[in-house]
């Protein structure tokens, strides 16, 4: 049985029980969005680099994915930029 954390729930020791918890979830659909908070990149970062850390693929292409729709929906990302 899957354990489903709700979205107030978030922080970052959740994002950690969930990516070593292959049963537990964020969400039954669309759980990347989620994680689409730039807060928790330290926690993403860190789980990413974890080799044993069951979900740290399915962590980088979340993450990657963010940062995509972030840099190319977001004007003000693309304004701050020190070359722009």
Same mark, same amino acid.
């Given at each position: 049985?899957? !354990?489903?954390?709700?979205?107030?729930?978030? $922080?970052?020791?959740?994002?950690?029980?969930?990516?070593?918890?292959?049963?537990?979830?964020?969400?039954?659909?669309?759980?990347?969005?989620?994680?689409?908070?730039?807060?928790?990149?330290?926690?993403?970062?860190?789980?990413?680099?974890?080799?044993?850390?069951? +979900? !740290? +693929?399915?962590?980088?292409?979340?993450?990657?994915?963010?940062?995509?729709?972030?840099?190319?929906?977001?004007?003000?990302?693309? $304004?701050?930029?020190?070359?722009?």
């Amino acid at each position: 049985m899957s !354990r489903v954390i709700e979205w107030d729930d978030i $922080t970052p020791e959740l994002v950690r029980e969930w990516a070593y918890n292959e049963d537990t979830l964020l969400l039954e659909q669309d759980e990347d969005l989620l994680l689409y908070d730039w807060e928790l990149l330290p926690t993403l970062l860190e789980l990413i680099a974890d080799q044993d850390c069951p +979900k !740290r +693929k399915w962590i980088y292409f979340a993450l990657c994915q963010h940062t995509r729709e972030s840099v190319t929906r977001d004007s003000s990302v693309r $304004t701050s930029w020190p070359w722009h």
